[in-house]
């Protein structure tokens, strides 16, 4: 988005860049999801109905699902080493809002998208809890500030149902965050309330996936779709290949087909020529080359994306060190340490803001997050 010295939603060119940005970034996030879920470029057209060639290998969902497992195997440990005693408490408001589960959700958005925006909300009942709630990334657009472009001035929500359009701005205020909702049904927009959030901290946080220098949205994990394209296209050309030519081929020459007797022994063919002949043709290659090509562009895509993928089987490495698969997933580990310093600002975020609206006094304690090892460790 644009940088902003100031709340202006009537500034006409400040409205037509945010139009702008909404629609490149749901742009971007439903092409990612689309892949995510299997919905690749189809290569080749299907022949009538001898069915459909096309192959899709998904290496967006697997490097996106292999990064997240090692991100978070498991909730994280909080501790508030001021307040140990409070620490029971606060891993109990992340359980009702779904713990490891709620995390993974984010951390795959964040995937997709590149920057991850958490909505909190008040408890609804005195003897509940507050809520936590996974923005659909697709729809939330920021505005900063012009000299300082990690300084939110106000977000923006965006959402439909039928004909209407709905937008929430988030506004920050001096002492305050400022709801403003706007609704557009084809004759401009219309401001229908403003409400105010008074408490001290935000109610969207949001944070970056990876970190983009001198930006605010961070970068989505999958850029180069096009790679996981042409792996696409070759295995559809193989399997193409393989439907008309797998299968041997009889051929018979020095004779008329009516020439041909058919017995009931065995489907057994006989022919009442001396120099009549029959064979079977074959493919003669086993299409090494392309297999090749394929596994070439498999490990470059899963290289590109700091993915390993170890072949062989559990007996292979039964007796690897700690340390060997350690450096095995070297690159893995020292991406997963990078994207756990993004969440872990978020993690903290979220749970001083799941304190305050818990009625917590000193809900900015410091807090303490220490995640679990990813891999596996061979007992001595």
């Known amino acids: 988005m644009p940088p902003a010295l100031a709340y202006a939603p009537d500034d006409p060119d400040l409205r037509a860049a945010a139009d702008s940005e909404l629609r490149a970034r749901r742009a971007a996030y439903g092409r990612a999801y689309d892949y ?192 996981n394209d042409r792996v696409n296209k070759l295995m559809s050309d193989v399997a193409r290949i393989l439907r008309y030519h797998a299968a041997p081929r009889t051929v018979g020459i020095g004779f008329e087909a009516r020439d041909l007797t058919p017995t009931a022994i065995n489907t057994l063919w006989t022919i009442p020529k001396a120099d009549a002949k029959v064979f079977n043709l074959e493919m003669q290659t086993d299409l090494a080359s392309s297999l090749n090509a394929v596994t070439f562009l498999t490990r470059a895509f899963l290289a590109e994306q700091r993915v390993v993928v170890l072949d062989g089987t559990v007996a292979d490495w039964r007796h690897i060190t700690n340390l060997g698969v350690r450096t095995l997933y070297m690159d893995a580990l020292f991406k997963t340490e990078e994207l756990r310093r993004n969440y872990e600002i978020g993690v903290i975020a979220l749970s001083q803001a799941l304190r305050m609206l818990a009625g917590e006094a000193d809900f900015t304690a410091p807090i303490r997050v220490t995640w679990a090892d990813p891999l596996p460790v061979a007992l001595p």
């Open 36 to 227: 995510y879920n299997g919905l690749h470029k189809r290569h080749l057209r299907a022949q009538g109905e001898e069915g459909d060639d096309n192959v899709v290998i998904n290496l967006v969902r697997q490097a996106i699902d292999r990064t997240v497992s090692l991100l978070m195997p498991r909730f994280p440990t909080l501790e508030l080493p001021t307040q140990p005693e409070r620490a029971a408490a606060l891993e109990a408001l992340w359980a009702v809002n779904g713990g490891a589960r709620f995390l993974a959700k984010v951390a795959r958005q964040g995937c997709l998208s590149g920057h991850v925006f958490v909505r909190a909300l008040p408890p609804e009942a005195p003897d509940s809890a507050p809520r936590l709630i996974a923005l659909n990334p697709a729809n939330v657009i920021a505005f900063w500030r012009a000299d300082d472009y990690e300084e939110v001035l106000w977000y923006e929500v965006h959402w439909s149902h039928g004909r209407l359009s709905y937008r929430q701005e988030v506004v920050r205020a001096e002492s305050a965050w400022l709801i403003h909702t706007w609704r557009e049904d084809g004759g401009g927009w219309e401001r229908l309330e403003t409400g105010v959030w008074s408490y001290p901290l935000p109610p969207i946080i949001s944070w970056q996936h990876q970190a983009t220098p001198n930006g605010f949205y961070g970068q989505a994990e999958i850029n180069n779709f096009a790679l």
